[in-house]
């Protein structure tokens, strides 16, 4: 619900599975939850997103959003991207 308060300062929301921890938990959360979100920001869905995802990413639906955030498990090593591993996913989120 608070989500809303910041529409009118925030381009775009990032929806990720909640922790205690600096950065992600590698977790998934129940996107089914962002069914109640009706805001008008566009947002992009994180949480524990790897190369096994493709087939739920391309079930979920929402209008509102944007895209994914892939960290650490499309990753060689801290801060290094796979681009083998993300051009993977992104073939298979086309097909």
């Keep these: 619900r ?3 308060d910041y529409e009118k300062v925030c381009d ?3 929806f990720d599975t909640k922790c205690e921890q600096y950065g992600g938990s590698g977790n998934q959360f129940d996107w ?3 069914d109640m979100y009706n805001g008008h ?3 992009l869905l994180s949480g524990g997103i ?3 995802s493709a087939n739920a990413l391309k079930e979920f639906k929402h209008p509102r ?3 994914y955030d892939l960290n650490s498990r499309f990753e060689l090593k801290p801060g ?3 681009p083998e591993r ?3 996913f992104l073939n298979e989120l086309k097909s």
């Design 50 to 52: 790897n190369s096994y």
């Design 12 to 14: 775009l929301f990032l």
């Design 2 to 4: 608070k989500v809303y």
């Design 41 to 43: 920001v566009p947002f």
């Design 65 to 67: 959003l944007a895209g």
């Design 86 to 88: 993300i051009r993977t």
């Design 32 to 34: 089914s939850i962002l």
């Design 80 to 82: 290094e991207k796979d």
